[in-house]
């Protein structure tokens, strides 16, 4: 699976009007099918908008190559089909159901090997509200759930197409701990159908657990990007993030970060 469909992020440099340089000439080493990659990174690091600019929701200038092709110069809808994109901030004031939803999720570009027949696209909806543990929420209003329910369900939104670059943007933040494991359980499962995942997870320790590799954005670059284990040092915490911290093997042999006592406590 190696080569051909690892996605590389090149110079790529992108920003909002009037603050052009928030992402500054980025680049990273190849993303892997099958890997989970976590994005992590202090508040305003620019993890949002480095997502943002690889799905085409803001402009951007460099390159993201995949099968040497540019991404970035792609048509929306040819790159609407290879990438999905969960936002961090979900959309208010939705009246569909959540099955709905996901029908809408899929008529809205439907892929070559999907049929959009109603019964077949509905037919996959639920198939995955069953695979998601979550097909007591299937004809609830999207406006009636809660925070950690929509957000089950904007990644259902976003899994449903079966997309090869899958990109979450804190995915877990309001979810209770079974559903945390539950969709990164999910995501390595996807993971390892050949996808390439980038999520933005800003606990630490998520990363950890979870991620085959991480890349650590600072002041809009990357500060390193390696094995969780790797990235994730005392020095790059205490630089990046200015916090004491040591770095524990837990029972089951995950890292933990530890934060230290601080002067305050
Ligand atoms: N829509 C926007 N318009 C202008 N500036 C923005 C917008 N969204 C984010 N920013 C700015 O870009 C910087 C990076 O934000 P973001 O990518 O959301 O950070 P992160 O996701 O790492 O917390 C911040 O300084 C933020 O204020
Ligand atoms: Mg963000």
Same mark, same amino acid.
Do not use: C
């Given at each position: 699976?190696?080569?051909?469909?690892?996605?590389?992020?090149?110079?790529? @440099?992108?920003?909002?009007?009037?603050?052009?340089?928030?992402?500054?000439?980025?680049?990273?080493?190849? &993303?892997?099918?099958?890997? +989970?990659? %976590?994005?992590?990174?202090?508040?305003?690091?620019?993890?949002? @908008?480095?997502?943002?600019?690889?799905?085409?929701?803001?402009? %951007?200038?460099?390159?993201?190559?995949?099968?040497?092709? *540019?991404? &970035? %110069?792609?048509?929306?809808?040819?790159?609407?089909?290879?990438?999905?994109?969960?936002?961090?901030?979900?959309?208010?004031?939705?009246?569909?159901?959540?099955?709905?939803?996901?029908?809408?999720?899929?008529?809205?570009?439907?892929?070559?090997?999907?049929? @959009? #027949?109603?019964?077949?696209? #509905?037919?996959?909806?639920?198939?995955?509200?069953?695979?998601?543990?979550?097909?007591?929420?299937?004809?609830?209003?999207?406006?009636?759930?809660?925070?950690?329910?929509?957000?089950?369900?904007?990644?259902?939104?976003?899994?449903?197409?079966?997309?090869? +670059?899958?990109?979450?943007?804190?995915?877990?933040?309001?979810?209770?701990?079974?559903?945390?494991?539950?969709?990164?359980?999910?995501?390595?499962?996807?993971?390892? /159908?050949?996808?390439?995942?980038?999520?933005? &997870?800003?606990?630490?320790?998520?990363?950890?657990?979870?991620?085959?590799? %991480?890349?650590?954005?600072? *002041?809009? #670059?990357?500060? /390193?990007?390696?094995?969780?284990?790797?990235?994730? @040092?005392?020095?790059?915490?205490?630089?990046?993030?200015?916090?004491?911290?040591? +770095?524990?093997?837990?029972?089951?042999?995950?890292?933990?970060?530890?934060?230290?006592?601080?002067?305050?406590?």
């Amino acid at each position: 699976m190696k080569g051909q469909r690892e996605v590389y992020i090149k110079q790529l @440099t992108a920003g909002y009007p009037g603050k052009p340089g928030i992402i500054r000439q980025l680049t990273t080493r190849p &993303l892997q099918p099958g890997m +989970i990659t %976590a994005l992590a990174g202090p508040n305003a690091a620019g993890k949002s @908008t480095l997502l943002k600019s690889i799905t085409g929701l803001i402009p %951007a200038h460099g390159e993201i190559i995949m099968d040497q092709k *540019n991404i &970035l %110069a792609f048509p929306v809808l040819k790159r609407a089909k290879l990438i999905s994109y969960m936002p961090q901030y979900l959309p208010f004031d939705i009246s569909l159901s959540v099955v709905e939803s996901l029908v809408a999720s899929l008529k809205a570009s439907p892929l070559d090997q999907i049929s @959009t #027949k109603l019964p077949e696209v #509905k037919k996959r909806a639920f198939d995955l509200l069953e695979e998601m543990d979550i097909m007591h929420l299937a004809t609830e209003p999207i406006n009636n759930l809660s925070g950690g329910q929509r957000q089950l369900v904007s990644l259902a939104q976003a899994i449903i197409r079966e997309p090869e +670059i899958l990109l979450l943007d804190e995915p877990t933040s309001a979810l209770d701990l079974h559903y945390q494991v539950a969709v990164m359980k999910w995501v390595k499962q996807y993971a390892r /159908r050949g996808k390439i995942i980038l999520i933005v &997870l800003h606990d630490i320790n998520m990363a950890l657990r979870w991620a085959d590799e %991480a890349i650590l954005l600072h *002041n809009g #670059k990357v500060y /390193r990007h390696d094995k969780p284990g790797a990235v994730f @040092t005392k020095e790059a915490i205490r630089e990046v993030y200015h916090v004491d911290a040591d +770095i524990e093997s837990t029972g089951s042999g995950h890292l933990q970060v530890i934060v230290k006592d601080q002067p305050f406590d």
